[in-house]
């Protein structure tokens, strides 16, 4: 009898002290969700929220908490659909923490969900690209000026089409070198030649 009233007693003071201690109470008594609107921390309600299943609520409480938690916001934008965000999230606690698993398992699982980005092709299996500068020019004054774009599928690479070229490791790796370096200079990674300063 004085066990059941201390017990009783115990119950009503935790009742009639404070949303902490009554958030403790309903979380031990399996209520996440009746926790959640006792305790005022929005980093620990969040979690609650997040365990009694209102993910949008959740998503919102850890918005409201800031960098503390990031992890969970990561977990919540995913139970909300939001993927792109939520590995953006995961990313930031593995730039913390490259050796969190946890946030590299979950992120690798965001990114799974992510449907793949497709690029646009010139039909002949190329990325299309287009040169905004000339070497030589400058790129901020040629910024707007869009070059020529790559063939536009004249030539398939078949074995009749790979039989034609020379087997020339020099030369390819000269025109490649070449190529490479118009690339940088077109968007302004490499300073252009300056002639024979002597």
């Not at 031990?28 to 609520?57: Q, R």
């Not at 089409?161 to 302004?188: N, S, V």
Request: proline fraction near 6%.
């Amino acid at each position: 009898m004085i066990r059941l009233a201390l017990i009783f007693a115990g119950v009503i003071a935790l009742i009639v002290s404070g949303g902490d201690a009554r958030g403790k109470l309903a979380l031990m008594l399996g209520m996440p969700g009746l926790a959640a609107e006792s305790i005022a921390a929005p980093s620990v309600k969040g979690v609650m929220l997040y365990n009694a299943g209102d993910y949008a609520a959740a998503d919102d409480a850890f918005r409201a908490a800031g960098r503390n938690s990031t992890y969970n916001r990561g977990l919540s934008l995913a139970a909300t659909g939001n993927y792109p965000l939520s590995r953006a999230y995961f990313d930031a606690v593995l730039f913390a923490n490259p050796a969190d698993s946890e946030a590299r398992e979950n992120r690798n699982v965001v990114n799974a969900l992510i449907p793949a980005l497709q690029g646009q092709g010139n039909g002949t299996g190329r990325i299309a690209t287009l040169i905004i500068a000339t070497p030589g020019g400058s790129p901020v004054a040629e910024a707007r000026r869009l070059g020529k774009p790559l063939d536009e599928g004249k030539r398939v690479a078949d074995a009749a089409w790979l039989a034609t070229l020379p087997d020339d490791p020099g030369e390819f790796l000269r025109l490649r070198l070449r190529d490479e370096y118009g690339r940088r200079l077109a968007i302004g990674l490499t300073a252009p030649d300056k002639g024979d300063p002597w």
